[in-house]
């Protein structure tokens, strides 16, 4: 007689093998038999969202912050549908990413059953096929276990998000033992590829350097992605020239090292962009970076000019946005290992005279646009200071979309590896209010979110979520009563500001006490202080710091 599981009971097995902690979610009918073994799981907790949206953002901002797989675990129908944005964050940001959902019975397939999306009706896998690369149903009881494995193996080995849809009859349908003894036993590793090609384009890319007097460094989110943190430290202290960084990596390399120039791009520093966009350098080395618009003020004219040298893992990424003289291609943080191997030190005191100089030409504080104000309201900018400076240099932080996004790429200083993270390019609202619960949960210590108004009133009953699990987050909300980034960019781009405000003024501190959270309205700015701040710490319980903000002061962006 050959011993029978529930394909349930494997695949919890799977994501228990795989070292993952945590599932979020939300339950639905035909999920109920995964449900049920999870809750058997000595290894694995499930964490109820409050939306299927809320919980993608959890399980990509785990997976970005912890290292590990993410997973998310959603029903059918609308349950599977409102999956889209997380996809394409993790799509965007190279996240490994699970989300699991289930679907009706495959003999119900296109009869318009209740709550279906299956390929005859609503056709969700075929929905997200347009979004990322694996979008997967299994329809088989034969290959279920197979597909299975090749999931976790396509995600393990490319660090991509994948959707995979499981019919209610596959996941209670039974699995002969024997199919069970090949189940993918390892934690997310590093890919640990280097293809021959690149080994010679590292030979040619490390030549060129040698031979090149003036030399800027970019540095990409890939570099985190990559844990390659250390490795480009390494390089640029060897090379001993300026760096720059997108929003999204601005953590990479220590922002108090002499050779930090700034972050590039929308909200970035005016050192930074003053020197991407007008010094001439004999080669710009990009690491980890697809150099979108946001980052590169458009593509800017100095650096289609410029003779570039590319390191990613994605080859798509070479070549997308600008001609590149050297791709190489493979895992950033070996590609790297090998070229600090064959990397001479240059750091000479006529070097460092040299990056001082250029510092001290392009040094230029950023002015806002619009001085003109009336005095409602504490000034974003100041709250951003503010805040930078009460929290310490480990303090994660983790940014939403809008002005605040703006302030704190633009103001504050990080010289500790992985402790900002924002949406980049994509940049969903809400991303943060939802996410940071995902952060809190890889990381069991206190993490700051900061967000605006209009984002924390698409997530914000996430509270709720942090009040349930006892996570000590912080959320930090400029308040404006309004959508402030939107109507910026209507008035510097000619239009009329119209629909960008409220009528009425929520009260987010009146809000989270309602949800079981603590709650605080700054309207002072001497009210944000370290005693407030060592309060919440101690108490370590989910607070809300609702302050309320000038909205007519221009963010430092360009629109």
């Known amino acids: 007689m050959i011993l029978k599981k529930k394909f349930s009971e494997v695949l919890v097995s799977l994501l228990e093998n795989i070292g993952v902690e945590y599932v979020f979610g939300i339950p639905g009918a035909p999920i109920k038999p995964i449900l049920?073994?999870?809750?058997?799981?000595?290894?694995?907790?499930?964490?109820?969202?409050?939306?299927?949206?809320?919980?993608?953002?959890?399980?990509?901002?785990?997976?970005?912050?912890?290292?590990?797989?993410?997973?998310?675990?959603?029903?059918?129908?609308?349950?599977?549908?409102?999956?889209?944005?997380?996809?394409?964050?993790?799509?965007?940001?190279?996240?490994?990413?699970?989300?699991?959902?289930?679907?009706?019975?495959?003999?119900?397939?296109?009869?318009?059953?209740?709550?279906?999306?299956?390929?005859?009706?609503?056709?969700?896998v075929g929905m997200y096929k347009m979004v990322i690369n694996q979008s997967l149903i299994c329809t088989n009881p034969k290959n279920a276990v197979k597909r299975?494995?090749?999931?976790?193996?396509?995600?393990?080995?490319?660090?991509?998000?994948?959707?995979?849809?499981?019919?209610?009859?596959?996941?209670?349908?039974?699995?002969?033992?024997?199919?069970?003894?090949?189940?993918?036993s390892c934690k997310l590793s590093e890919n640990n590829y280097l293809l021959d090609e690149s080994k010679k384009n590292i030979c040619a890319a490390v030549d060129k350097i040698s031979k090149a007097k003036t030399i800027l460094v970019i540095g990409g989110h890939g570099v985190l992605a990559s844990r390659a943190v250390d490795e480009f430290g390494e390089l640029v202290n060897k090379l001993f020239v300026p760096v720059v960084t997108t929003s999204k990596a601005k953590s990479c390399f220590a922002n108090k090292n002499k050779l930090f120039f700034g972050t590039i791009g929308h909200a970035g520093s005016c050192l930074a962009n003053n020197l991407l966009n007008k010094e001439k350098f004999d080669i710009v080395l990009v690491v980890g970076s697809r150099l979108g618009s946001w980052s590169t003020n458009l593509w800017c004219d100095n650096l289609r000019d410029s003779f570039i040298i590319q390191i990613d893992n994605d080859f798509a990424s070479f070549g997308k946005n600008l001609k590149v003289g050297i791709s190489v291609l493979g895992d950033i943080k070996v590609i790297l290992k090998e070229m600090n191997n064959r990397i001479k030190l240059r750091a000479t005191d006529t070097a460092l005279k040299k990056n001082?100089?250029?510092?001290?030409?392009?040094?230029?504080?950023?002015?806002?646009?619009?001085?003109?104000?009336?005095?409602?309201?504490?000034?974003?900018?100041?709250?951003?200071?503010?805040?930078?400076?009460?929290?310490?240099?480990?303090?994660?932080?983790?940014?939403?979309?809008?002005?605040?996004?703006?302030?704190?790429?633009?103001?504050?200083?990080?010289?500790?590896?992985?402790?900002?993270?924002?949406?980049?390019?994509?940049?969903?609202?809400?991303?943060?209010?939802?996410?940071?619960?995902?952060?809190?949960?890889?990381?069991?210590?206190?993490?700051?979110?900061?967000?605006?108004?209009?984002?924390?009133?698409?997530?914000?009953?996430?509270?709720?979520?942090?009040?349930?699990?006892?996570?000590?987050?912080?959320?930090?909300?400029?308040?404006?009563?309004?959508?402030?980034?939107?109507?910026?960019?209507?008035?510097?781009?000619?239009?009329?500001?119209?629909?960008?405000?409220?009528?009425?003024?929520?009260?987010?501190?009146?809000?989270?006490?309602?949800?079981?959270?603590?709650?605080?309205?700054?309207?002072?700015?001497?009210?944000?202080?370290?005693?407030?701040?060592?309060?919440?710490?101690?108490?370590?319980?989910?607070?809300?710091?609702?302050?309320?903000?000038?909205?007519?002061?221009?963010?430092?962006?360009?629109?």
């Open 36 to 124: 049920e073994d999870i809750s058997k799981s000595k290894k694995i907790k499930f964490v109820l969202a409050k939306s299927e949206l809320g919980a993608g953002y959890m399980a990509e901002v785990y997976s970005r912050v912890s290292g590990k797989i993410g997973v998310c675990l959603v029903s059918s129908g609308p349950g599977a549908t409102g999956l889209g944005t997380a996809l394409a964050m993790a799509k965007s940001n190279s996240t490994p990413l699970l989300i699991i959902s289930g679907e009706v019975n495959t003999k119900y397939f296109g009869k318009d059953v209740f709550q279906s999306s299956d390929p005859k009706s609503i056709n969700v």
């Open 148 to 184: 299975l494995i090749q999931t976790v193996n396509t995600i393990n080995d490319k660090k991509q998000p994948i959707f995979l849809s499981l019919p209610v009859n596959i996941i209670t349908s039974d699995v002969s033992v024997l199919q069970t003894k090949n189940l993918p």
């Open 356 to 559: 001082l100089e250029l510092k001290s030409k392009y040094y230029d504080k950023c002015e806002i646009l619009n001085k003109k104000y009336d005095k409602s309201g504490l000034d974003p900018g100041m709250v951003i200071d503010k805040v930078r400076f009460l929290f310490d240099d480990k303090t994660i932080f983790i940014v939403d979309a809008g002005t605040p996004r703006a302030w704190a790429i633009n103001r504050m200083e990080f010289n500790t590896p992985y402790t900002f993270i924002e949406g980049g390019g994509f940049s969903p609202m809400g991303y943060a209010t939802a996410g940071v619960i995902g952060a809190s949960f890889a990381l069991n210590k206190p993490v700051v979110a900061i967000v605006g108004d209009g984002s924390f009133l698409m997530h914000g009953t996430e509270v709720h979520t942090a009040v349930e699990y006892k996570l000590p987050i912080i959320w930090i909300i400029i308040n404006n009563y309004g959508l402030a980034a939107i109507h910026h960019g209507q008035v510097q781009t000619g239009f009329t500001s119209s629909a960008n405000f409220y009528s009425t003024k929520p009260r987010f501190d009146t809000m989270a006490r309602s949800l079981g959270a603590a709650g605080y309205r700054i309207t002072n700015l001497n009210n944000l202080n370290s005693e407030l701040v060592n309060t919440i710490l101690k108490n370590q319980v989910p607070s809300v710091i609702d302050i309320i903000s000038n909205r007519d002061i221009m963010p430092p962006v360009r629109f």
